[in-house]
């Protein structure tokens, strides 16, 4: 908790300043008011006085409590101010710390925690600094000067204080022991439910075509369950508290007065008055230090489950970050569009056999170089170094002649132009989704935007759109085909005009003839780029200047298609199963 209130700025850390002399204030001004009560007890009592004295303490009695409101209300609206200031700067932090992780990290903390961590955990801390800001000063402060007040008054009267406070303690601290684990388990289980709820909305498609709506309500309902009975557990624990507390302060009451009968009792005649004014001043400091218990009691409520998310929050703050930047930022090299795999070698960090072993190609400015091979021969993982998702375990990776590892990450990204094998579009208008890469040039204009919809064989179906190029994509592209999510997508890498190409099996969703139509269109516009395909259909690659076949993470051919026909047995085998020997030689 400590470490993450490091984030607190100059700015406010002078409001919590502003807030510890506004709670200091209120403090002295709430235990002035007893002094005041015991005045006027005594002048009540005392023969010949003033009426115009017991008003003069009572207006005193309403400026104090006047003037403690006020200072609350200040108070209270400083730290809703650092609350919500830091709350916004740690979401700011994580989601940029999130931004700058690797794929590898990202998948060791799950998506839906990380979002249950940049949502709930966080307002789990901003809830306990807008309330434990008051709380947790003013009670310590206030139970001191308390305990200050009614030294010398009566070791009776202390005692009993005094045994209070232990027993206070003693619940608290056992509340703690018991609860606090329970918290952490509380966290992970709304990681849980975000989970379930994410997968179901993600995939509620398939879930009504298998009619798998009761598997997933039970299967929602089971976390739910989980995490609604540990709730009631720790909410049915922490309400012992209250009643636990109230009894306590009534009990030390009680006994304050039960205790001053007998002592009063015993005093000499005019020694009675002045003990009866120091039992009204002792009874109301001994409920100013319960009452001053009870609020960190409130905050014992908060802290638990608010240190349990501090602890979450670090967690991915302290992450070391694998893919790291270089120094190269001067985007302009003496080689242009060039890509070369230097005997790389890939596992994941967590995987003990290697994914791609010995890898060895160059690809030159405009030419093309396509990837076949069977389902998890390595094909996107290849393609996906390059863009650094991963760094390889062995070898180089060059681009442009320079080693990955070197490049700023940015000056990297905006030399390639990339097209995930899963479409992937983002809530707002088609311009905006196609203008979403601008190179880090400024903004791609309209003209250029449209041209790279046209390259992509998508102005068809986005001119028949009830606001053609402003309208509205859904989050995910809900309201679009996979064909013509595909297009969007090639779109926007065309628009960013890039020196590379990659493109994931970005084909996929298309029929042959919008493919090849596209592909031939694309080798136009692109003639001087170079292309990096990933591909299952042998048309969609064909013609490409070089060809590297995969099996088992090694490359088993390299060539053209005619070369490969001949001289590689699983390319022919693909392309066999694809198409006939006729139509094979027909495409020679």
Not at 118 to 128: A, F, G, I, P, Y
Not at 268 to 290: C, R, T, W
Not at 490 to 512: G, H, N, T, V
Not at 562 to 583: D, H, R, T, V, W
Request: glycine share 6%.
């Amino acid at each position: 908790m400590l470490k993450l209130f490091k984030n607190l700025g100059k700015k406010e850390w002078l409001l919590i300043l502003a807030s510890l002399i506004l709670i200091i204030t209120q403090v002295w001004l709430d235990l002035k008011l007893p002094d005041y009560m015991s005045r006027i007890t005594r002048l009540v009592q005392t023969e010949g006085s003033e009426m115009s004295e017991i008003l003069q303490n009572g207006a005193y009695m309403l400026a104090c409590a006047l003037g403690s409101l006020i200072a609350a209300v200040f108070t209270g609206y400083l730290a809703a101010s650092i609350s919500s200031s830091f709350s916004m700067k740690i979401r700011s932090k994580l989601f940029n710390k999130v931004e700058d992780l690797a794929m590898q990290e990202v998948k060791s903390f799950s998506t839906s925690s990380l979002i249950t961590r940049t949502t709930n955990d966080v307002t789990q801390v901003e809830m306990l600094i807008a309330i434990g800001l008051q709380l947790l000063i003013k009670a310590p402060i206030t139970a001191v000067w308390a305990v200050t007040k009614i030294l010398n008054k009566s070791w009776q009267w202390s005692a009993i204080t005094g045994v209070a406070v232990v027993i206070l303690l003693s619940v608290i601290a056992a509340l703690i022991v018991i609860v606090m684990p329970r918290f952490k388990r509380v966290q992970k289980l709304i990681d849980k439910i975000n989970g379930v709820t994410r997968e179901n909305l993600t995939g509620i498609r398939v879930v009504r075509a298998f009619n798998a709506e009761k598997y997933q309500e039970d299967k929602f309902e089971e976390v739910n369950t989980a995490l609604t009975n540990q709730q009631l557990f720790n909410q049915k624990t922490f309400a012992i508290l209250q009643p636990v507390m109230y009894l306590i302060m009534y009990f030390v009451t009680l006994a304050i007065y039960f205790v001053g009968a007998f002592i009063i009792n015993d005093a000499i005649g005019p020694d009675k008055l002045s003990l009866f004014g120091d039992m009204v001043v002792f009874s109301s400091y001994a409920m100013q230090v319960i009452m001053s218990f009870l609020m960190l009691a409130m905050i014992f409520m908060f802290l638990p489950r608010a240190d349990v998310s501090a602890k979450r929050i670090n967690e991915v703050l302290d992450t070391d970050i694998t893919i790291k930047d270089g120094n190269i930022q001067d985007g302009n090299t003496e080689e242009k569009g060039t890509v070369e795999f230097k005997n790389v070698s890939f596992k994941y960090p967590d995987a003990d056999e290697y994914l791609l072993k010995d890898i060895s190609f160059k690809v030159n400015k405009g030419e093309t170089i396509a990837f076949i091979g069977s389902t998890g021969s390595g094909k996107s993982t290849l393609i996906n170094l390059v863009p650094r998702f991963y760094d390889v375990t062995e070898g180089e990776v060059l681009v442009d002649g320079i080693n990955v590892k070197n490049y700023k990450q940015e000056t990297l990204m905006n030399k390639l132009g990339y097209v995930p094998q899963k479409a992937v579009m983002f809530d707002g208008t088609v311009n905006y989704n196609v203008c979403y890469g601008d190179n880090g040039k400024g903004e791609i204009s309209e003209e250029k935007a449209k041209e790279a919809i046209k390259v992509a064989q998508a102005t068809e179906f986005v001119e028949k759109m009830d606001d053609k190029y402003e309208t509205h994509i859904a989050q995910g592209g809900t309201n679009v085909s996979g064909g013509q999510k595909q297009r969007l997508a090639i779109a926007r890498a065309i628009a960013r005009d890039p020196e590379i190409y990659i493109f994931d099996d970005s084909f996929s969703a298309l029929d042959y003839k919008t493919d090849a139509v596209l592909r031939k269109e694309l080798k136009k516009y692109t003639s001087d780029a170079t292309s990096l395909i990933v591909a299952q259909r042998i048309g969609t690659i064909m013609n490409a200047d070089k060809i590297v076949v995969l099996d088992k993470g090694k490359i088993v051919g390299m060539g053209k298609h005619k070369e490969l026909l001949k001289n590689c047995e699983i390319y022919k085998q693909i392309a066999l199963s694809q198409l006939s020997k006729e139509e094979l030689e027909d495409a020679e």
